[in-house]
C-alpha cells in the first residue's frame, strides 16, 4: 500500500469503536509507504463533499474505516466520479471492518479486528470485484455486498440507530416476523418471470452474508459476474422462526420454502417494497438490479482472498 490514501473513519460506527481505536489504527497505517490524508465524520452529509474534493486532488486510493453503511455511502460518492473519470486511474477501496454488521469481512473470512485488519490491509493489492447496483424507481445506488426486499426493509430500518449491537438485528428480525405477513413481489431474472406471489424475502447476493454473520447466500461469490438470488416463500411464522437459527450456518438453503437462482440482472416489484442495500433502509415499488464484472478495485490481502474464494 504505497500510493497517497484518504481514509475516512466514521466516528459512529461500531457505537464508536473505529473512532477508539484510531490511534492504533493509524500507528500501523503509518508504517507502510505513502501519505495518509484522514477525514474524521460523524455523518453522510459532511462527508461526502470532503470526499469529493479529495477526489478532485486527485487521491484515487480510499480506505473506509466503519461498517457497510459507511462502504455503501462512500460508493455512492466515488463511483459515479471515478465513471466520469474513467480515462484517468481507477478508484482502490480498502476496507477496515469497524461496524456492527462488516458483510464484507464476514464473507472472506477477514480478521474483524481492526488492527489485526490494517496489519493485513499494508501488503493488499487492487483485486478487481464485481460492482452491483440498484435503481429504485429510477434512483440508482451502488452496493456491495448484498440488497434485499421483503421484511428485510423493515429490519433494516429498526437496525439504523446509533449504539446498534450484533445481536440487534436478529433481536428485529424475530420482532418483525412475529408482527408482519409476508408481501406480494413480482420476481424477474435475466427478463424472465421467476416467481408471482407472497414471499417473506427475497436478497440479491454478491457476497454471502448480510445481518451481522447471516449466510444469507453461502455460494455467493464476489467474482463471477453473477448474482445469488435468495428467495424465501410464503411459509408460515413458525416455520421462518424454527428454521430462522439455520441461517447463521447458511444451512437454510436445503429447506423447502428457501428458493435459489442466479443471474445478472433482477427485477424486483410491488407495492411500497421495503428494501436495504448494504443495511441501508429504502422504500420503493420497483427495484432493478444489474452489475459490473469487475467494477471495482479492491484493496484485498492475496493469501485472504485465495483462501475465502476456495473455502
Given at each position: 500500500m504505497s500510493a497517497p490514501a484518504l481514509v475516512v473513519v466514521n466516528g459512529q460506527a461500531g457505537s464508536g469503536l473505529a473512532l477508539?481505536?484510531?490511534?492504533?489504527?493509524?500507528?500501523?497505517?503509518?508504517?507502510?509507504p505513502g501519505d495518509l490524508q484522514v477525514l474524521m465524520t460523524h455523518s453522510v452529509a459532511e462527508?461526502?463533499?470532503?470526499?469529493?474534493?479529495?477526489?478532485?486532488?486527485?487521491?484515487?486510493?480510499?480506505?473506509?474505516?466503519?461498517?457497510d453503511g459507511t462502504v455503501h455511502h462512500l460508493l455512492?460518492?466515488?463511483?459515479?466520479l471515478a465513471q466520469r473519470d474513467a480515462d484517468g486511474p481507477p478508484l482502490e477501496l480498502g476496507i477496515l471492518p469497524g461496524g456492527t454488521g462488516n458483510a464484507w469481512a464476514r464473507s472472506h473470512g477477514l480478521p474483524l479486528s481492526l488492527t489485526?485488519?490494517?496489519?493485513?490491509?499494508?501488503?493488499?493489492?487492487?483485486?478487481?470485484?464485481?460492482?452491483?447496483?440498484?435503481?429504485?424507481?429510477?434512483?440508482?445506488?451502488?452496493f456491495l455486498s448484498i440488497s434485499s426486499a421483503g421484511i428485510s426493509g423493515e429490519i433494516a430500518q429498526k437496525s439504523d440507530v446509533p449504539g446498534k449491537r450484533?445481536?440487534?438485528?436478529?433481536?428485529?428480525?424475530?420482532?418483525?416476523?412475529?408482527?408482519?405477513?409476508?408481501?406480494?413481489?413480482?420476481?424477474?431474472?435475466?427478463g424472465e418471470l421467476w416467481v408471482?406471489?407472497?414471499?417473506?424475502?427475497?436478497?440479491?447476493?454478491?457476497?454471502?452474508?448480510?445481518?451481522?454473520?447471516?449466510?444469507?447466500?453461502?455460494?455467493?461469490?464476489?467474482?463471477d459476474g453473477l448474482f445469488d438470488i435468495v428467495l424465501i416463500d410464503g411459509a408460515s411464522r413458525r416455520e421462518v422462526l424454527v428454521a430462522f437459527p439455520r441461517v447463521y450456518f447458511g444451512a437454510h438453503t436445503s429447506h423447502p420454502r428457501v428458493h435459489i437462482r442466479r443471474g445478472s440482472e433482477v427485477r424486483?416489484?410491488?407495492e411500497n417494497l421495503g428494501m436495504e442495500t448494504d443495511g441501508v433502509p429504502?422504500?420503493?415499488?420497483?427495484?432493478?438490479?444489474?452489475?459490473?464484472?469487475?467494477?471495482?478495485?479492491?484493496?484485498?490481502?492475496?493469501?485472504e482472498f485465495c483462501a475465502a474464494r476456495s473455502s
Open positions: 477508539r481505536q484510531w490511534p492504533q489504527i493509524e500507528a500501523i497505517l503509518g508504517e507502510a462527508m461526502a463533499p470532503q470526499v469529493q474534493a479529495a477526489w478532485e486532488a486527485g487521491t484515487r486510493r480510499v480506505i473506509a474505516v466503519g461498517g455512492e460518492t466515488l463511483v459515479p489485526k485488519a490494517a496489519r493485513q490491509l499494508i501488503g493488499a493489492r487492487p483485486t478487481p470485484v464485481d460492482l452491483p447496483e440498484v435503481t429504485l424507481d429510477g434512483r440508482r445506488r451502488y450484533p445481536w440487534s438485528y436478529a433481536q428485529n428480525a424475530i420482532g418483525s416476523l412475529l408482527q408482519r405477513r409476508p408481501l406480494t413481489m413480482r420476481v424477474e431474472v435475466d408471482d406471489g407472497e414471499y417473506w424475502l427475497v436478497a440479491v447476493a454478491n457476497c454471502n452474508s448480510f445481518g451481522s454473520g447471516m449466510r444469507i447466500a453461502p455460494d455467493a461469490r464476489v467474482d424486483v416489484s410491488g429504502g422504500l420503493a415499488d420497483e427495484l432493478r438490479y444489474s452489475l459490473q464484472p469487475g467494477g471495482l478495485q479492491l484493496l484485498v490481502h492475496p493469501d
